[in-house]
């Protein structure tokens, strides 16, 4: 089982605001499951798997747009080290909701349980993804009995939800992960324009792990070595890079600039955490840096083949 580590607030179990004054913090008085566990094979996928960028797209994407409350509600996780399942599964269900067929809450024990690549409740990756490819899928929740955030046997049901393929979204650059270029406008056009939640990973930190409410932007030092938790974002804000009709701009590398930019991203820590389930993060600090490695890597599902 994979922990990040609790904070402690000297006995104040109140809302502590944050030096910057953007976000709050508090104690929640539990070890929040993180699981991104990076190995040799998942490594190897995210060199090969099929790659999309939208950086450069003609489409304009919007100043901001939102899915929250329209793709799947705020799942929890558990004691269980289990994050990069709930945010595929959240993922592909939400995929489902806003092309118009909810398949109805999800397993969580699927992925968990059958694909023998990955941890169980000791860690997985982005290579799950696989497991929904056609004619495999995702079973209703239940089929195979209730998630206990407990490693148990595969139990294979009749799917209920799968796609036909998925994509890392940024280039390859060649000589990934030491260059990751996943492009602020290749998530937005994915959210804003196609409506769809992406997969990612970010770097938490004891803080991230305490926020309470408002806009983190505790950017500090972690890098893609330091990523350890799965989430999905569902939501954006160009803030002030925004033209006169309302559309993001971006540089000539899908970004923008340094320090501007929000992102909304749902978490598996329940509805209890953060704001309903959510945080609200910057997405770069004032040299350019990606916040917290946040989506550093990022995947989302075609379940239309449109």
């Keep these: 089982m994979v922990l990040a580590a609790p904070l402690t607030f000297a006995g ?34 995210l060199k090969t798997a099929p790659r999309q960028k939208f950086r450069g797209t003609a489409n304009a994407v919007p100043a901001k747009f939102s899915l929250v409350g329209k793709a799947g509600p705020v799942e929890d996780q558990g004691q269980c080290g289990s ?54 899928g995702a079973p209703a929740y239940g089929s195979d009995g209730s998630y206990i955030a407990a490693n148990g046997k595969c139990s294979a049901q009749t799917p209920v939800a799968s796609t036909i ?37 970010v770097a938490v930190t004891d803080d991230w792990q ?4 408002g806009v983190w932007d505790e950017c500090n030092d972690e890098t893609e070595k330091d990523i350890n938790h799965m989430v999905v974002i569902e939501g954006y804000n160009c803030e002030s890079s925004v033209d006169k009709n309302g559309h993001c701009v971006f540089d000539a590398n899908g970004n923008l600039p340094n320090g501007v930019g929000t992102w909304t991203i749902r978490n598996s820590w329940g509805d209890g955490w953060g704001e309903a389930g959510y945080i609200t993060t910057k997405a770069t600090d004032y040299t350019g840096k990606k916040c917290n490695a946040t989506a550093t890597d990022a995947l989302y599902f075609d379940v239309t083949g449109n």
Excluded at 32 to 39: D, E, I, N, P, S
Excluded at 109 to 114: K, V
Excluded at 178 to 187: A, E
Excluded at 210 to 213: D, F, G, K, P, V
Aim: aromatic share 12%; proline share 4%.
């Design 12 to 45: 104040d179990n109140g809302e502590v605001v944050s030096k910057t004054g953007s976000f709050t913090m508090r104690n929640y008085n539990v070890q929040h499951a993180t699981g991104l566990v990076r190995t040799q094979g998942s490594s190897a996928f």
């Design 83 to 136: 994050c990069w399942d709930f945010s595929l599964t959240s993922a592909l269900r939400g995929t489902w909701i806003v092309n118009g067929k909810d398949p109805g809450r999800l397993s969580f024990n699927y992925l968990l349980n059958c694909d023998s690549r990955q941890q169980g409740c000791n860690g997985g990756d982005f290579n799950a993804a696989d497991m929904f490819i056609t004619p495999k």
């Design 165 to 201: 393929s998925y994509k890392l979204l940024g280039d390859d650059g060649g000589q990934y992960p030491n260059n990751p270029v996943t492009s602020f406008q290749d998530i937005a056009y994915v959210v804003g324009v196609l409506h769809q939640p992406v997969s990612i990973d």
């Design 210 to 213: 305490a926020y309470s409410s």
